[in-house]
C-alpha cells in the first residue's frame, strides 16, 4: 500500500525545502522502490556510488525525509517506502524523462495505421498499445455522444419490418442499430430515406440533429408523403438510441502477479473496480478540461485512492476539441520517466489518425 502523507505542516512551511543532496537521495529510493516494491534500506542506497555517503548518513537523510512526511516505515524493518506527497514531488519535478525510441515510435505510427480506416478499431488497437507497451492496464475514454458529428446514414432493409441503420462519424466511428418498423419500406425508399436524412444532417452533432427532427416532426405532423414521415421517424430513432460513453479496457490480468495484488481480496478488489464502466468514465473525463499529461495519484481520485493506483492519461481529439482521453494504469509505483512520453505519444498519435480519418 502506498502510505498516505502524515498531516504534517506542508514541505516549505516549518521544513526548509530539500537539498540538492536530500533531493538526489529521495529521487534514487523513489526509482529503487518502483523497480523493486519493496522497502528501501540505508545500506542499498549507499552502495550507489553517485552519493558518495556512508550507510548511517544516508540513514540521516532518510529520516529527515521520513520527518517531512515524504518516507514511510511500513513495518518494523529498516526499510522505507516513499508515501504520495514524495511521488507528487518525483512527477512533478524530480523525475527525468524518457525518450520514446524510434523503434517504439514506428512500431505505434504502424500499428495505429493499420486500424486508421476503422475509428472503433482505431480505439482498440490504441488500448491493447498502452497496455503491451506499459505491462500495465491500457484505458481509453470513447467520444461522448455528445460530440459525434454525422457524417453519412445509411438504412438497409433486413426484411420483416426491419431495418438497419449504419450510421458513420466524420471521424469514422461507426454505429449499428437495427429498427423495427410498423410497414415495410421498399429498397427505393429506403435510399431516399438515407440520402434525405444524410444530405440535410451531414456535419451536425447528433444532439443538434435531434433538436432538428422534434421540430420537423411538429411542422410535418400534418399531410406529408409516406417516405418523409418514415424518413424523419427512422433519423429520430437512430439518433436517439446512440449509445452513452464506453471505456475500453485491456491488460487487468497482468497485474495480478504484482505484490501490490498478492492476496485474493486485492485482486478481486481490483477486478471489480475495472468492471464499473462508470466510474472509470468518471475519472477519465476529468481529464479533458486540461491539456497534456496528468497524473492521478492517490487521493486524486476515489480509485486511485481505493486500489493505491495511479492513472497516467491525457486527452485526444480532431483539432482544438477533444474527444476522449487514454490513459495507463497500475500501482502507484509505475515507471512514470518511460509512462508519461509513452502516454503523451500514444495521445498524438491517435489524434492525427482519426484527423486523417476524418478527411477521407
Request: net charge negative; charged share 25%.
Amino acid at each position: 500500500m502506498l502510505p498516505k502523507t502524515p498531516r504534517r505542516p506542508a514541505l516549505g512551511a516549518d521544513h526548509e525545502p530539500l537539498s540538492s543532496r536530500d533531493r538526489e537521495i529521495l529521487k534514487d529510493i523513489i526509482y529503487t522502490h518502483i523497480l523493486s516494491g519493496e522497502p528501501v534500506s540505508s545500506r542499498a542506497v549507499s552502495k550507489h556510488a553517485q552519493h558518495s555517503l556512508s550507510a548511517a548518513s544516508i540513514r540521516n537523510v532518510m529520516a529527515d525525509l521520513e520527518e517531512s512526511g515524504l518516507l514511510a516505515q511500513p513495518h518494523s524493518s529498516a526499510g522505507r517506502v516513499p508515501t504520495e506527497a514524495a511521488y507528487r514531488m518525483y512527477v512533478d519535478s524530480l523525475m527525468q524523462m524518457r525518450r520514446i525510441s524510434s523503434r517504439e515510435r514506428a512500431y505505434i505510427d504502424d500499428y495505429l495505421l493499420d486500424a486508421s480506416n476503422d475509428a472503433d478499431h482505431l480505439m482498440s488497437a490504441a488500448t491493447h498499445l498502452l497496455s503491451e507497451l506499459s505491462e500495465q492496464v491500457g484505458v481509453v475514454l470513447t467520444p461522448s455522444v455528445d460530440e459525434i458529428v454525422l457524417k453519412t446514414i445509411d438504412f438497409v432493409s433486413l426484411g420483416r419490418r426491419r431495418v438497419l441503420c449504419v450510421m458513420v462519424s466524420t471521424t469514422g466511428f461507426i454505429d449499428h442499430l437495427v429498427i423495427d418498423l410498423d410497414d415495410d419500406l421498399t429498397r427505393e425508399e429506403l435510399v431516399r430515406v438515407s440520402n434525405y436524412v444524410t444530405d440535410h444532417f451531414a456535419g451536425l452533432r447528433l444532439p443538434d440533429i435531434r433538436d432538428q427532427l422534434l421540430q420537423l416532426m411538429d411542422a410535418e405532423r400534418a399531410h406529408v408523403e409516406r417516405w418523409l414521415a418514415s424518413a424523419i421517424d427512422l433519423a429520430r430513432r437512430a439518433v436517439g438510441s446512440s449509445t452513452e460513453q464506453e471505456v475500453l479496457v485491456e491488460g487487468t490480468t497482468s497485474l495480478l502477479d504484482l505484490p501490490e495484488l498478492a492476496s485474493i481480496e486485492q485482486a478481486r478488489r481490483m477486478l471489480d473496480t475495472f468492471a464499473d464502466k462508470a466510474r472509470l468514465v468518471k475519472m477519465l473525463n476529468k481529464c479533458l478540461g486540461g491539456d497534456g499529461v496528468r497524473v492521478f495519484l492517490g487521493e486524486d481520485s476515489d480509485i486511485t485512492s481505493e486500489l493505491d493506483f495511479s492513472l497516467v492519461a491525457t486527452p485526444y481529439g480532431v483539432g482544438e476539441k477533444p474527444l476522449g482521453s487514454l490513459g495507463i494504469m497500475g500501482p502507484s509505483r509505475m515507471e512514470y520517466p518511460r509512462i508519461v512520453p509513452l502516454v503523451r505519444y500514444l495521445g498524438e498519435t491517435l489524434s492525427r489518425a482519426l484527423a486523417s480519418g476524418s478527411k477521407q
